[in-house]
């Protein structure tokens, strides 16, 4: 019987993907664990496996479409020898299909094509490229489909018989412009960018920020990090600087607990384990990979675990599980050369640490002027879910974790 294989929900906040490439081909026998297809999420590109095995009967939905929704219909799986039907069960039960003898499963080599259909018969058309018709004004029957079995794409519309006509060169300009179209070069936005946009906007507009910044002194720190490495044989690892600060929000997590929180409209959930989110930047975007129990876990655990994640993430290698979830989150420009920033809360987290440069600044210590290597540390807290003087209070410990920082490794 034949299998729909639909567009999975790869993450909490996914619900819609674009198909980015197909790793298998019409024809192709698929077994269980397979990856048969790339998907690009709102978080990083993914692989999708087989749950089921038989043949790729169809392809519904091409490489590089965008917009897709989750749980629509991409592809259909059959059993060998068993008929190749023309649509989904679900776009079968939609509508009726057209009398025609189905083919047998067979490489899509030998699969004969059928045109775009009019005259009351079905057309094949991917969601997008109808969609892209619909608001165009074009009628489907006037396209001709370039996709398998004479399936109308996107490209087919854009040629299509109402596509927009390009102005003659000697048209005058409607408006004055600052700039030749010839100097533009526009990229269109990944579903990364486009989730990154929308989710960032909502935590923005619905989420009451409120910001605390605090001045720590970072030496007692770097000479305890040289320490550190210096007793790594053969360079087996390097503590950095972002990892003992992960360590150290952890602890001043458990000592004042009230800020690991999340806020909901029944209720504010209170977290026991402390959950790291580490944002790190992507070619398109940012991704948040988590150190779970990271304050349970020593300074080289960290170390390690952050640096796979970090590179996995860029590679956009990430599972599904090492970047939903995390009860708190750290964002690091220190390397940047940042003097001090505020970072938007990522929802339904309630507080993210903002870490800027270490630099050298003047202290004043009892009557006297000193140098020391001052970090500015910037906490974005959720309102409704922390007040101010707790804000105030987490920020202190943090500080006194970094200044007194042999607690990290006790």
């Not at 819609?16 to 690009?40: F, H, M, P, Q």
């Not at 001709?144 to 048209?171: C, F, M, Q, Y």
């Not at 972002?242 to 607990?257: G, T």
């Amino acid at each position: 019987m034949a299998t729909d294989i639909l567009m999975p929900a790869l993450s909490p906040t996914m619900t819609e993907g674009k198909l980015a490439r197909w790793l298998k081909a019409e024809g192709d026998t698929v077994s269980a664990g397979d990856v048969i297809a790339e998907i690009e999420t709102d978080k990083a590109t993914m692989e999708v496996e087989a749950v089921d095995e038989g043949i790729l009967g169809r392809i519904l939905i091409q490489e590089s479409a965008e917009g897709i929704p989750v749980n629509t219909p991409i592809a259909v799986l059959v059993e060998e020898g068993e008929a190749v039907p023309e649509a989904s069960s679900t776009q079968s039960a939609a509508a009726p299909k057209a009398e025609a003898a189905p083919a047998e499963a067979k490489p899509a080599s030998a699969t004969s094509k059928a045109p775009a259909e009019d005259k009351g018969e079905r057309i094949f058309v991917s969601p997008l490229a109808k969609r892209m018709a619909r608001e165009r004004g074009i009628a489907l029957g006037a396209l001709t489909g370039s996709g398998p079995n004479g399936r109308i794409l996107k490209r087919d519309v854009e040629k299509g018989p109402n596509a927009p006509k390009a102005a003659p060169k000697t048209a005058p300009a409607a408006a004055p412009v600052t700039t030749s179209e010839e100097t533009v070069r526009r990229v269109p936005n990944s579903t990364m960018r486009k989730v990154i946009a929308r989710r960032l906007t909502e935590s923005k507009t619905q989420v009451p920020h409120f910001y605390v910044s605090v001045d720590i002194e970072l030496d007692a720190l770097l000479e305890l990090r040289s320490k550190l490495n210096a007793t790594a044989q053969e360079n087996s690892f390097k503590i950095s600087v972002n990892d003992m600060m992960i360590k150290a929000v952890a602890l001043a997590l458990k000592k004042v607990p009230g800020v690991n929180v999340q806020f909901t409209d029944a209720e504010t959930l209170h977290f026991e384990n402390v959950d790291i989110s580490m944002a790190v930047s992507v070619p398109d975007g940012l991704i948040t990979p988590i150190i779970r129990n990271a304050d349970r876990k020593s300074l080289r655990e960290i170390s390690v675990e952050a640096k796979d994640l970090a590179k996995r993430a860029r590679a956009g290698k990430l599972k599904p599980e090492e970047f939903q979830g995390g009860t708190f989150s750290i964002s690091n420009m220190g390397m940047f050369g940042v003097r001090e920033f505020a970072a938007i809360i990522n929802p339904p987290q309630a507080g993210i640490l903002a870490i800027a440069s270490g630099e050298k600044r003047a202290v004043v210590r009892g009557s006297e002027i000193a140098v020391a290597t001052v970090m500015t540390a910037t906490l974005s807290v959720d309102h409704r879910a922390v007040d101010g003087a707790l804000g105030a209070e987490w920020l202190n410990a943090l500080r006194d974790i970094v200044q007194n920082p042999y607690t990290l490794v006790v």
